[in-house]
């Protein structure tokens, strides 16, 4: 009798199955989330790993409330784990610097990162209109087969992406957001106090294409420069579409002299 009413328990009562990504916390508001993200920036803005315990000392957390929140950074690359802490990204850093100028809008700065980020899937349904947040959910439930009583955790992934800007909600209804991707850089740097122009940084990847202008003729012209600290903060599925980028512009220029020489 006491082995039939224990199946019928185990029946009724399934084991929690894991999620097949990491999800953020629920147990940690999502302000104070990106908190202790701004934190792990500041301690680590001189390039120096961080420990977790004392990114929450700066924003009076418990030594072990960052476990809770960890994991999520470093899965998706707000966070890297060095040997002696963690290491803040490049975008972590700028909305770190940002906030002290603009809090509200600070966060905006990790939606290039945010945008590469499994969960970001999402943003190609509404790039066609308006979802409602609930079938949002159940698309990033469905993604990693993650049940029910990860509901929370899930909105969670709507919160940050709001929060960077590349989601904006309306009620219960998700629109694209107006956060620009930051990692171009912007045409014209404005002119240093003493007037100078800025010294060309060494750690800079820079490529110049020119041509005398000939009558009938369309005149292209281009440069790319990348900071080797951004450039090293890059997944590499993203350095090698970079590069697979400029190899078909070089094809492209290769194939016009070839054609010009005939």
């Given at each position: 009798?006491?082995?039939?009413?224990?199946?019928?328990?185990?029946?009724?009562?399934?084991?929690?199955?894991?999620?097949?990504?990491?999800?953020?916390?629920?147990?940690?508001?999502?302000?104070?989330?990106?908190?202790?993200?701004?934190?792990?920036?500041?301690?680590?803005?001189?390039?120096?790993?961080?420990?977790?315990?004392?990114?929450?000392?700066?924003?009076?957390?418990?030594?072990?409330?960052?476990?809770?929140?960890?994991?999520f950074?470093?899965?998706?690359?707000?966070?890297?784990?060095?040997?002696?802490?963690?290491?803040?990204?490049?975008?972590?850093?700028?909305?770190?610097?940002?906030?002290?100028?603009?809090?509200d809008?600070?966060?905006?700065?990790?939606?290039?990162?945010?945008?590469?980020?499994?969960?970001?899937?999402?943003?190609?349904?509404?790039?066609?209109?308006?979802?409602e947040?609930?079938?949002?959910?159940?698309?990033?439930a469905?993604a990693?087969?993650?049940?029910?009583?990860?509901?929370?955790?899930?909105?969670?992934?709507?919160?940050?992406?709001?929060?960077?800007?590349?989601?904006?909600?309306?009620?219960?209804?998700?629109?694209?957001?107006?956060?620009?991707?930051?990692?171009?850089?912007?045409?014209?740097?404005?002119?240093?106090?003493?007037?100078?122009?800025?010294?060309?940084?060494?750690?800079?990847?820079?490529?110049?294409?020119?041509?005398?202008?000939?009558?009938?003729?369309?005149?292209?012209?281009?440069?790319?420069?990348?900071?080797?600290?951004?450039?090293?903060?890059?997944?590499?599925?993203?350095?090698?579409?970079?590069?697979?980028?400029?190899?078909?512009?070089?094809?492209?220029?290769?194939?016009?002299?070839?054609?010009?020489?005939?």
């Open positions: 009798m006491s082995v039939e009413t224990k199946a019928v328990s185990n029946i009724d009562s399934p084991r929690r199955s894991r999620p097949t990504k990491l999800l953020p916390t629920d147990r940690i508001s999502i302000s104070r989330q990106l908190d202790l993200l701004r934190a792990f920036g500041a301690a680590g803005e001189a390039g120096k790993p961080v420990l977790a315990k004392d990114a929450a000392k700066i924003v009076q957390m418990s030594e072990s409330t960052p476990s809770l929140a960890v994991p950074f470093v899965d998706v690359g707000l966070l890297s784990r060095g040997a002696d802490g963690f290491v803040p990204s490049a975008e972590v850093l700028s909305y770190k610097r940002s906030h002290a100028w603009a809090p809008t600070a966060a905006h700065k990790l939606a290039p990162l945010l945008r590469s980020a499994w969960f970001a899937s999402i943003l190609t349904r509404l790039e066609f209109g308006p979802l947040e609930s079938a949002a959910i159940k698309d990033l469905d990693v087969a993650a049940g029910p009583e990860y509901r929370k955790n899930l909105e969670m992934l709507i919160e940050y992406l709001t929060a960077s800007g590349l989601v904006e909600k309306d009620g219960s209804v998700l629109r694209p957001g107006r956060a620009k991707d930051m990692t171009a850089q912007p045409a014209e740097e404005s002119a240093p106090a003493n007037g100078r122009p800025p010294a060309p940084s060494r750690s800079a990847v820079a490529t110049g294409f020119v041509q005398a202008p000939t009558e009938g003729t369309v005149r292209f012209h281009g440069t790319v420069a990348v900071d080797m600290a951004e450039f090293g903060s890059w997944r590499p599925e993203r350095i090698a579409a970079f590069f697979a980028g400029m190899a078909q512009v070089l094809a492209a220029k290769a194939d016009i002299e070839r054609q010009n020489g005939e």
